[in-house]
């Protein structure tokens, strides 16, 4: 599943780093769901949005 | 470092540690069970039941433990470790069996004993962890 989530990041200056002490995962965690190698759960989907301020669905984009 | 993440890696953490615990637990009644009927208490059957129990006993909680620190981990390491347990399940089903129907037919006379099984499992668990690792970073 594609995603915005490195986009949102680098426009907000942070790390990967950063985004996933936010997020309470692993920068691991980070960098798989930015490489579009891993889609995150509901509750992190979840996580993702509400720190950009945006829906899920503009974060995702089904293939 | 936020106080989520702190209370997260804490948990982590301290699931890590029991987790070693019980596996080094469960291992340590596995070979008293295994070896104190020889060396130490002349293959009493009272003496050997128990150890055979308190062995499983630890067996539970050793299952309980790595049921809780899949809980603790993040979403990917938790992905991670699936996979790994599913190709060590598999490889462990599929590789048995397949010895155990060798030997009956008598294509194999080598004694198949269910720990090499076991070893097999953990060392392709062990792989398959790593690959997985390194596949997601």
Same mark, same amino acid.
């Given at each position: 599943?594609?995603?915005?989530?490195?986009?949102?990041?680098?426009?907000?200056?942070?790390t990967?780093?950063?985004?996933?002490?936010?997020?309470?995962?692993?920068?691991?965690?980070?960098?798989? !769901?930015?490489?579009?190698?891993?889609?995150?759960?509901?509750?992190?989907?979840?996580?993702?949005?509400?720190?950009?301020?945006?829906?899920?669905?503009?974060?995702?984009?089904?293939? | 470092?936020?106080?989520? @993440?702190?209370? %997260?890696? %804490?948990?982590?953490? %301290?699931?890590t540690?029991?987790?070693? !615990?019980? @596996?080094?637990?469960?291992?340590? @009644?596995l070979?008293?069970?295994?070896?104190?009927? %020889?060396?130490?208490?002349?293959?009493?059957? +009272?003496?050997?039941? /128990?150890?055979?129990?308190?062995n499983?006993?630890? $067996?539970?909680?050793?299952?309980i433990?790595?049921?809780?620190?899949?809980?603790?981990?993040?979403?990917?390491?938790?992905?991670?470790?699936?996979?790994? !347990?599913?190709?060590?399940? $598999?490889?462990?089903?599929?590789?048995?069996? &397949?010895?155990a &129907?060798?030997?009956?037919?008598?294509?194999?006379?080598?004694?198949?004993? /269910?720990?090499?099984?076991?070893?097999?499992?953990?060392?392709?668990?062990?792989?398959? +962890?790593? /690959?997985?690792?390194?596949?997601?970073?």
């Amino acid at each position: 599943m594609r995603n915005r989530v490195k986009e949102l990041r680098t426009e907000r200056d942070w790390t990967q780093a950063d985004l996933a002490e936010q997020l309470s995962v692993s920068r691991q965690t980070v960098n798989a !769901i930015e490489k579009e190698k891993f889609d995150p759960s509901l509750p992190v989907a979840f996580r993702i949005a509400r720190l950009f301020d945006q829906t899920i669905e503009e974060i995702f984009l089904d293939d | 470092m936020s106080d989520k @993440t702190q209370t %997260r890696d %804490r948990r982590v953490n %301290r699931s890590t540690v029991q987790l070693a !615990i019980w @596996t080094f637990v469960w291992v340590a @009644t596995l070979a008293l069970a295994s070896f104190g009927p %020889r060396f130490i208490w002349d293959y009493n059957p +009272t003496v050997s039941w /128990i150890t055979i129990v308190v062995n499983v006993l630890a $067996g539970l909680v050793w299952i309980i433990a790595h049921f809780n620190y899949l809980r603790q981990v993040d979403d990917l390491q938790r992905k991670i470790m699936l996979e790994a !347990i599913a190709i060590a399940l $598999g490889v462990g089903l599929v590789g048995g069996f &397949a010895v155990a &129907a060798a030997k009956n037919i008598g294509l194999i006379s080598f004694d198949s004993e /269910i720990a090499i099984v076991s070893v097999v499992m953990g060392v392709v668990y062990l792989v398959a +962890t790593a /690959i997985g690792t390194v596949r997601y970073r």
